[in-house]
Nanobody, 121 residues
């Protein structure tokens, strides 16, 4: 079993910053791509940012220049630094990881439970 545990969400004023963290634990052989998605009420879940095991990144156009994704492979942890936050960034943010299980050596998709980010004055 693998768990993804997120932290760092909360309420912040427009223009503020938050840092999300997501730590993976359990029967992990390796982790390929890790990423953050978000879902606002009544909207689809969108990819916000992703990072490969080698450090290549991609971002949703609307967050480019404001958000930075990074990872610590030794800790199986991915981070999302969010600066210059806007009300439209308000959503539940979900961590995602492509996990290779230590016993199966098969890659599968794992999700965190979600953390609320609210940007409001």
């Amino acid at each position: 079993q693998v768990q993804l545990v997120e932290s760092g969400g909360g309420l912040v004023q427009p223009g503020g910053s938050l840092r999300l963290s997501c730590a993976a634990s359990g029967s992990i052989f390796s982790i390929n791509t890790m990423g953050w998605y978000r879902q606002a009420p009544g909207k689809q879940r969108d990819l916000v940012a992703a990072i490969t095991s080698g450090g290549s990144t991609n971002y949703l156009d609307s967050v480019k220049g404001r958000f930075t994704i990074s990872r610590d492979n030794a800790k199986n942890t991915v981070y999302l630094q969010m600066n210059s936050l806007k009300p439209e960034d308000t959503a539940v943010y979900y961590c995602n990881a492509d996990i290779v299980g230590v016993y199966s050596l098969i890659e599968y998709d794992a999700w965190g439970q979600g953390t609320q980010v609210t940007v409001s004055s």
